[in-house]
């Protein structure tokens, strides 16, 4: 019977995961955290002032330059 049980209680935890992983607002909001995250360098060691800041002004220019590229891009696109 306990067999029956952890396979019961498996199943359940599953279903959950899945339906948590595909709800769009679940994803929109993880997207979003995950977006926040690596600007802000959530992964650094904070106790390395330099290596934190370092991550976080090499992250925040990386965005700009990404942004810039892509403005770039679409408005050789629409003068070609």
């Given at each position: 019977?306990?067999?029956?049980?952890?396979?019961?209680?498996?199943?359940?935890?599953?279903?959950?995961?899945?339906?948590?992983?595909?709800?769009?607002?679940?994803?929109?909001?993880?997207?979003?955290?995950?977006?926040?995250?690596?600007?802000?360098?959530?992964?650094?060691?904070?106790?390395?002032?330099?290596?934190y800041?370092?991550?976080?002004?090499?992250?925040?220019?990386?965005?700009?330059?990404?942004?810039?590229?892509?403005?770039?891009?679409?408005?050789?696109?629409?003068?070609?």
């Amino acid at each position: 019977m306990a067999g029956r049980q952890d396979s019961d209680d498996e199943s359940r935890r599953i279903i959950e995961r899945v339906a948590s992983e595909t709800d769009p607002a679940s994803s929109v909001a993880r997207t979003a955290k995950g977006a926040r995250d690596d600007v802000t360098a959530a992964d650094a060691d904070r106790a390395d002032p330099i290596e934190y800041w370092g991550t976080r002004i090499g992250r925040v220019l990386g965005l700009i330059v990404g942004i810039g590229l892509l403005i770039w891009l679409v408005l050789f696109i629409i003068q070609s």
